[in-house]
């Protein structure tokens, strides 16, 4: 399995931008697949976005088609979720997930999450 690490989440204004880092540990990294998801309060986690071990396949939901870009630095075991135009629907707790799977249909590593909050 692989460990994960959230960072960068806060408060911003709507419109702002924010960039979250997942930061993973173990050996197994730069094969799998990394993404994110999020859950808003009283809401279930849902997929935000997914990119294959080597950066050429990303998936996305359409609620950040072009506002959220996801990439990976293998070299530092490190997965990045550029947000910007953020709206306050895009409040919730962000979590950084792994998977061989490059869809991430059902995850085998979590992070905690980092709380990103959005202010209207």
């Known amino acids: 399995q692989v460990q994960l690490v959230e960072s960068g989440g806060g408060l911003v204004q709507a419109g702002g931008s924010l960039r979250l880092s997942c930061a993973a540990s173990?050996?197994?990294?730069?094969?799998?697949?990394m993404g994110w998801f999020r859950q808003a309060p009283g809401k279930e986690r849902e997929f935000v976005m997914a990119?294959?071990?080597?950066?050429?396949?990303?998936y996305y939901a359409d609620s950040v088609k072009g506002r959220f870009t996801i990439s990976r630095d293998n070299a530092k075991n490190t997965v990045y979720l550029q947000m910007t135009s953020l709206k306050p629907e895009d409040t919730a707790i962000y979590y950084c997930?792994?998977?061989?799977?490059?869809?991430?249909?059902?995850?085998?590593?979590w992070g905690r999450g980092t709380q990103v909050t959005v202010s209207s």
């Open positions: 990119i294959s071990w080597n950066g050429e396949r990303i």
């Open positions: 997930a792994a998977d061989p799977d490059v869809q991430l249909r059902r995850p085998s590593s």
């Open positions: 173990g050996r197994t990294f730069s094969s799998y697949a």
